[in-house]
């Protein structure tokens, strides 16, 4: 959950960041550029005043120049000079009174040309538009020279955005420095937060996970998170109190029953047989008799194991599963002759996991019975061994009927049994207790296809102590 809360978080707070961080930034650059303009303006209008004396038309030779137009020169070539700005007084058909450089002009078109024209309007130019620092352009400010009302002249600076544009990406940079640390802040801020959301919610899966495992024990420490989850905790508590008192109870019931009902099916039994004395041998009525009370027998036996499966706590200890493998296989190999199959074991000569050895012995003893009931004369069931990661993987494979993808579904479900296979004896529970048997110790048996034809039961034995 965290991989889906923590992005949105981040997304929300980058977008936050963002558009705060553009506006100033864009600010930032307006302002600064507005200084420069300002400055431009007090500077065009310092040296209009100083042509508003000058006379109305250049001198031809330097005799006739006049005193304050050499100043005016002067004052325009230190400018120049002083801050690389090119500044120049036009008269109105754009011949220069007096510029620096020599021989800069008012530009034919552009920016140049637009503000010398609003200025002999009689008005200053307008802002130029924004500089950014990508662009190479040069800003141009022009005042009109008003004398008698009358614009004689326009003075014009054009300056250069070199520096403008430093500074700007220098604040650009400082204001990314700052949204950046802001965002690492806000990012481990999110980490802790979201962590504190989930916290319990991790704690309710990992309990919700015990229970769906069999662990009916396990509960959830509502100490931490936000009220809602908290009061979620007590009631996860609250019902995995109630469902395991009903599996007792129901485990409790099962057992009581199975064991209450043996005394009496064996009497039942018993008197079948002094029955049977004064029939003739091979009564039908009486053989079909024997043997469904005989399966009854099995079923009430079956039902019982199940029951102390699901209750009997299970003592885990390091165990070598390629010995006790290989020990079960070796016991079963007699029934496998009788019945003409094959059984073979296949793995290492020594593999440790973490299990309870009698329960996994009983788990792998209903598997391999399973698999020889159904395994017909002259076929296969191979057991093999092998270690997977963390996990020790005990696989009977037979070359049976097999089943079909929507039993396999079905396969290890309290006394179902399938439609194909009625005739072959068992009550339907051997794998229901298998898997009891195994959760218990954090195993856990899996069913597949065994190509061609058959069943692949796999059990997979933990190495670590759960």
């Known amino acids: 959950m965290r991989a889906r809360l923590l992005p949105l978080l981040i997304i929300l707070m980058a977008g936050v960041l963002i558009a705060l961080g553009l506006p100033l930034g864009a600010g930032l650059a307006n302002v600064q550029q507005q200084r420069l303009v300002v400055d431009r303006i007090d500077d065009t209008a310092r040296f209009a005043s100083l042509a508003q004396y000058v006379a109305t038309r250049p001198f031809e030779t330097p005799a006739e120049a006049d005193e304050r137009l050499l100043t005016l020169r002067a004052e325009l070539i230190r400018y120049e000079d002083l801050y690389d700005i090119r500044a120049g007084v036009f008269y109105r058909d754009g011949t220069a009174m007096a510029a620096a450089p020599d021989g800069w002009g008012v530009p034919p078109d552009g920016e140049g040309r637009q503000a010398f024209q609003e200025a002999l309007a009689g008005r200053r130019s307008h802002d130029p538009e924004q500089v950014w620092p990508w662009d190479d352009r040069r800003l141009t400010v022009a005042s009109p020279v008003i004398r008698d009302g009358d614009v004689v002249a326009v003075v014009v600076t054009d300056s250069p955005t070199g520096a403008l544009r430093s500074w700007i990406l220098h604040k650009w940079l400082l204001i990314l420095a700052g949204e950046t640390a802001a965002m690492l802040v806000a990012v481990a801020a999110a980490f ?16 919700a996970h015990g229970m769906a495992t069999g662990r009916m024990n396990s509960r959830v420490v509502v100490d931490s998170g936000p009220p809602e989850l908290r009061r979620l905790a007590r009631s996860f508590n609250e019902m995995a109190d109630n469902v395991e008192e009903v599996l007792e109870q129901q485990r409790a019931f099962v057992a009581d029953a199975s064991h209450q009902l043996r005394n009496p099916l064996a009497a039942l039994l018993l008197r079948i047989e002094l029955l049977a004395l004064d029939l003739p041998d091979g009564h039908e009525e009486i053989a079909s008799v024997r043997t469904e009370g005989k399966r009854l027998a099995r079923v009430l036996d079956d039902l019982l194991d199940l029951a102390l499966a699901e209750h009997a706590a299970t003592e885990l200890q390091l165990t070598d599963i390629a010995d006790l493998v290989a020990d079960r296989v070796g016991s079963w190999s ?42 017909p004369e002259d076929a296969r069931v191979e057991v093999s061994l092998e270690v997977a990661g963390d996990r020790v993987l005990v696989t009977v494979a037979d070359e049976g009927p097999g089943l079909t993808e929507e039993e396999l579904t079905r396969v290890g479900d309290r006394f179902w049994r399938s439609g194909r296979h009625q005739n072959v004896s068992g009550s339907g529970l051997g794998l229901s207790i298998s898997r009891a048997l195994l959760t218990a110790g954090g195993a856990g048996i899996a069913y597949a296809r065994n190509e061609p034809h058959g069943l692949r039961v796999t059990i997979d034995v933990p190495r670590e102590r759960p």
């Open 192 to 207: 802790r937060l979201t962590g504190w959301v989930l916290r319990p919610v991790r704690t309710l899966d990992a309990a």
């Open 334 to 375: 007699p029934v496998a002759d009788r019945e003409r199959v094959a059984l073979s074991y296949t793995g290492p000569a020594a593999t440790t996991g973490w299990a309870d050895p009698i329960a996994l012995s009983s788990a792998l003893d209903a598997v391999v019975d399973n698999a020889l009931k159904f395994t």
